[in-house]
């Protein structure tokens, strides 16, 4: 079983559209996070949230906006794309209550904006 | 401004000999370091940590070692496998919990190892 599982893998959109990408945790994690790798490789927060409070990196655009609709699920919404928005997205959890620092990451969402 | 730094792209290994990656950062507030190891088409997996308290942390074949006077930590695979090759990623975790959130990580750029049989 997939512990962190996030659609569609690979979105390919034309500027201007409205699109979303879902993710799924089955960890049981209270926290979870959406990460951008952009073309120069970076891996950087957008995201981060748990039941109580949503965590907004503030260089992330308002045209992003993560929707959780139960603890096990956080969703990216993204509107009017950019052709800068071409990245790789990766969904992630981790279990902040218990101290822990590591991380769970999914398998990536690649999207292309033309 | 890179918090986490990794300075070569890519690294190349004979399989069996040691493999070294090497990361430095700039913020005395990190309090925990991860290493993750990433194969192309996948997230990134949890490989080993260590905490800010201490310098040396062992797991099977992946060692990591912390200098925080230098603000550098390396991870050694010893021996290297082929299966090894992958990108590295170092990643630090904000002691100040950045947001609130403790499992906000930084990431450095990547190593690229490439184990040869």
């Known amino acids: 079983d997939t512990a962190v599982s996030q659609t569609p893998k690979y979105l390919v959109t034309q500027m201007g559209n409205d699109k979303s990408i879902k993710c799924e945790q089955n960890?049981?994690?209270?926290?979870m996070y959406w990460y951008k790798q952009d073309s120069k490789k970076f891996l950087k927060i957008m995201f981060s949230?748990?039941?109580?409070?949503?965590?907004i990196n503030e260089t992330v655009p308002n045209r992003f906006s993560p929707k959780s609709p139960d603890k096990a699920h956080l969703n990216l919404h993204i509107n009017s794309l950019e052709l800068g928005d071409s990245a790789v997205y990766f969904c992630?959890?981790?279990?902040?209550?218990?101290?822990?620092?590591?991380?769970?990451f999914g398998e990536g969402s690649w999207l292309t904006v033309v | 401004d890179q918090q986490v730094k990794q300075n070569s792209p890519s690294l190349s290994v004979q399989e069996g000999r040691i493999s070294i990656l090497n990361c430095d950062y700039t913020?005395?507030?990190?309090?925990?370091f991860l290493w993750y190891k990433k194969y192309p088409a996948e997230g990134p997996t949890f490989l080993i940590s260590?905490?800010?308290?201490?310098d040396k942390n062992e797991d099977g074949r992946f060692t990591v070692f912390l200098n925080k006077s230098a603000k550098h930590l390396s991870l050694h695979i010893v021996p290297s496998q082929p299966g090894d090759s992958a990108v590295y990623f170092c990643?630090?975790?904000?002691?100040?919990?950045?947001?609130?959130?403790?499992?906000?990580?930084?990431f450095g750029k990547g190593t690229k190892l490439s184990v040869k049989p």
């Open positions: 992630a959890s981790s279990q902040e209550s218990s101290g822990g620092h590591t991380i769970y």
């Open positions: 960890l049981g994690h209270d926290t």
């Open positions: 949230y748990n039941n109580k409070e949503l965590i």
């Open positions: 913020n005395s507030m990190f309090d925990y």
């Open positions: 260590i905490s800010s308290i201490k």
């Open positions: 990643a630090a975790r904000d002691g100040l919990n950045y947001g609130g959130s403790q499992g906000n990580l930084i």
